[in-house]
């Protein structure tokens, strides 16, 4: 008499149960890995300080920064003029409201920065806002590189966004100041934020600068 073997058992194959398990299984697995990925992300570009030259240095607004803003404020405006002074770009974009311009170029100025070489621009205090219009700019100039001032744990999503727009970007964090510390709160804030651009934002970013030789 002929032996039965039934499926699954004997035969290799998979019961309905265990493929929806493994199933399951790997999603979870992947749920898990995405945010602890997107938290390597974050400290590993808050440890990095680029300062190979790029056309501009764009000194974010500090605006809605985790801690205090005018401290981080004076924090961005010395490293942006230190990468000035070092020669990294010969000029000095900063963004947010036009109530602030004044003060910020008063700053730079006694940081050695000239006011002939600092360009403002009216704009948020977002990540995207500002950066949309910093590289409408740069593409009117041709230029395609910038490095860009803001704080450690910012700057993993500020290359992402400048980047989805076509900026060759290099980011450069500051190095002293309120917000320099990788707090748990700090970088679970970016870690969401993250998240959310490269699940929503970076889908509907436009890339407003071609690339073209950096001068």
């Known amino acids: 008499m002929a032996t039965r073997i039934s499926a699954g058992k004997a035969g290799g194959g998979f019961s309905a149960r265990a493929v929806s ?11 898990l ?14 440890q990095l300080d680029d300062r190979s030259p790029t056309q501009a ?14 401290a ?8 942006a003029a230190t990468l000035y002074r070092e020669g990294v770009a010969p000029v000095v974009m900063v963004t947010g409201p036009p109530r602030t311009h004044a003060a910020t170029r008063a700053a730079l100025w006694v940081e050695g920065v000239p006011p002939a070489d600092v360009i403002t621009f009216d704009t948020g205090a977002d990540t995207v806002g500002p950066l949309s219009v ?11 590189s910038a490095t860009i001032v803001t704080d450690p744990a910012h700057a993993a999503r500020v290359q992402a966004t400048a980047g989805g727009l076509g900026i060759d970007a290099r980011v450069s964090p500051t190095d002293r100041g309120s917000n320099v ?3 748990s709160d ?5 870690v969401a934020a993250l998240l959310r651009h490269h699940a929503f934002t970076r889908w509907t970013l436009p890339n407003i600068v071609e690339t073209v030789p950096a001068r």
Do not use: C, F, K
């Not at 398990?21 to 749920?31: E, R």
């Not at 890995?33 to 808050?46: C, D, K, N, R, W």
């Open 57 to 70: 240095i764009v000194m974010l607004d500090p605006g809605r920064v985790w801690g205090d803003p005018q």
């Open 33 to 46: 890995l995405i945010p602890v990925g997107a938290t390597v992300q974050v400290v590993l570009a808050s």
């Open 186 to 190: 700090y970088v679970g804030r970016e």
């Open 181 to 183: 510390s990788l707090t």
């Open 134 to 144: 910093v590289a409408s700019v740069m593409s009117d100039l041709n230029w395609s």
């Open 21 to 31: 398990t493994l199933i399951l299984t790997m999603v979870i697995v992947v749920a």
């Open 72 to 79: 981080a404020r004076v924090a961005r405006v010395e490293h």
